[in-house]
């Protein structure tokens, strides 16, 4: 077949799918990672990264994916989302902690870069500090200081066609500063499923949002035990609808694995299949509305192994066609 026909038929056959005879898949590693530390015992620890990096090795998947690099001087967009006393109080108090949780919204920033400027379709970040309970209060909250993904879908906004953004976060735990970020704002669509009864104890489902963002923040309560198929049924049942009325232009996922099973902060049993499912249900909506372009980020999970497997099943259905 000549150039010229395949490329008529990729641009109006849909069996030809365009976009994706051309999806690729973007991963931020980076040793920085490996930086911050709260307590040596605490579970929010290095080792975390340092299990992801080498099941992404061993499973050879790293190969198959196209390395990103961070951007640089990311500090100047943490107020597109922080308050400039919120960022001194953090700097001033654990400067070390300030520059690696920086770094972490640089990885996200470059994998937004990479996703809306085409160079990849998707892409994964092992960044961590995690960012989804990160609010104005000066301080840590529940391991995190600056919200990467609040952050993230202000600067896709701002920088790129990006306009609407759908928040998926299936952590164990509610994103309380991500919902805080958007809850009176029409154009972030924010899903979580999550334990209401565990920290920080919001995430309440009568709580969907204010003003002209009413009906854009769902709550979805899984009891302790949660399987598979209840976090997939509340996907079918609470999102999907919803997604296809938004019509993202970018999907952003907070993907914690303290709701894998065996985690020692969650007490959901997601297995590495059921990320698998969700990742494949988040494609197709971003698929039918948004050329695929989905920028996915580590949160919680504190198994140290179940963490990592439970990643490389996440990137392996992000990089399967
Ligand atoms: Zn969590």
Redesign the pocket.
């Known amino acids: 077949m000549k150039r010229r026909q395949f490329l008529a038929l990729s641009l109006f056959n849909p069996l030809f799918g365009f976009a994706n005879s051309h999806a690729k898949t973007g991963l931020v590693l980076d040793d920085m990672f490996l930086q911050h530390q709260i307590s040596p015992a605490h579970p929010e620890k290095p080792a975390r990264y340092q299990a992801i990096k080498q099941q992404l090795h061993k499973s050879q998947l790293i190969n198959k994916t196209h390395s990103i690099k961070p951007i640089v001087d990311a500090e100047q967009w943490l107020t597109l989302v922080h308050s400039q006393q919120h960022i001194e109080k953090i700097k001033q108090q654990q400067p070390e902690t300030h520059k690696n949780a920086v770094f972490a919204t640089a990885s996200v920033l470059a994998a937004v870069d990479a996703v809306c400027q085409g160079q990849v379709t998707n892409a994964f970040c092992a960044s961590r500090p995690?960012g989804?309970?990160a609010m104005n209060t000066g301080q840590e909250e529940?391991?995190c200081y600056y919200n990467h993904i609040a952050i993230a879908a202000r600067y896709a906004q701002q920088q790129y066609k990006c306009k609407k953004v759908l928040i998926i976060d299936w952590?164990?735990?509610h994103g309380n500063g991500t919902e805080w970020a958007f809850y009176s704002d029409p154009s972030v669509l924010y899903f979580s499923t999550?334990d209401m009864f565990?920290?920080p104890g919001t995430g309440l489902p009568a709580r969907t949002g204010e003003g002209a963002g009413k009906g854009f923040n769902i709550n979805v309560h899984l009891d302790c035990g949660a399987t598979d198929n209840d976090i997939i049924t509340a996907f079918q049942n609470e999102l999907l609808a919803d997604a296809e009325r938004f019509s993202p232009d970018l999907i952003l996922i907070s993907a914690?694995f303290?709701?894998r099973k065996d985690d020692l902060?969650?007490c959901h049993t997601i297995s590495d299949q059921g990320f698998i499912q969700l990742t494949k249900m988040v494609k197709s909506i971003a698929n039918k509305h948004c050329q695929g372009k989905i920028v996915s980020l580590l949160?919680?999970?504190?198994n140290i192994d179940g963490n990592a497997s439970a990643v490389e099943a996440h990137v392996s259905a992000l990089i399967d066609r």
């Open positions: 995690p989804h309970h529940g391991f952590d164990y735990h999550h565990a920290y914690g303290d709701s902060l969650g949160e919680g999970g504190y």
